[in-house]
């Protein structure tokens, strides 16, 4: 599932082909593409101009020369693709114009968990993306504030930092990667933890999706892909996520999975305890 790096790599990948273009036709392909929140069909948006794009943890949104934004969030697969071979999988289409010059761009999606949505915006935030607090690369984030809101919770660290209220963008494989650099065991209480900790793993996670922002993000399977069609290569260096089984790369234990919370977490045994 794409997390913050990932959609970061695509809303940086869109823009270049974006902003600027007026969006001459905009088609919904299937029911799911579009978000039974959305304040209008696609259709309105032809003729609006693309200003520029913006994100907040995983959502994405295009900024118009309109009342309302064009959001998008890619839930397990959605990928935006501009002038794709294969179209198996698009579930709407827009086509943007500058000058003599056309662009067919495509939200494709195999498992249908994605959407794009027309939404209003307050003080520049789609309405969808209002509860949602801001990621760790955003101004408005205060690390302060996050530490103390985790440690106020009676929930396990790595249920604190993969709740978008609290802190946006984080999914399972940068919690799990965060939690192995900061050498935190993913059920440590949050509460029982000293506020440096907390505070730790989160520079910790900023510094594993600024690495893997810098390489496009992770490809963990062939659903994820940049505009451009390539995938990103950050499964090279995850120490911890999927490598169950394979030596943790700073002691050599045996890498452990474990399920709680209706998840997988992947974890050193020995470089990550629980006391
Ligand atoms: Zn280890």
Known sequence: MPELPEVETVRRGLHAHVVGRKIVSATQLHPRALNPKSIDTLDILSGAKVLDTKRRGKFLWFVLDRPYVLSAHLGMSGQ????PADQRHTRAQFTLKKGLKTTALHFNDQRTFGWVSIEEATNGLPRSVQGIAPDIFEDECDLDAVVASIHKRNVSIKTAILNQNIVSGIGN?????????AKVHPEFRANEMKPAQIRRVLDCAKEVMCRALEVGGTSFDELYIKVNGESGYFDISLNAYGQEGEPCPRCGKQISRIKFANRSSHFCPKCQRLI
């Open 80 to 83: 935006f693709l501009i002038d």
């Open 173 to 181: 494989i940068y919690a799990d990667e965060s939690l192995w650099l």
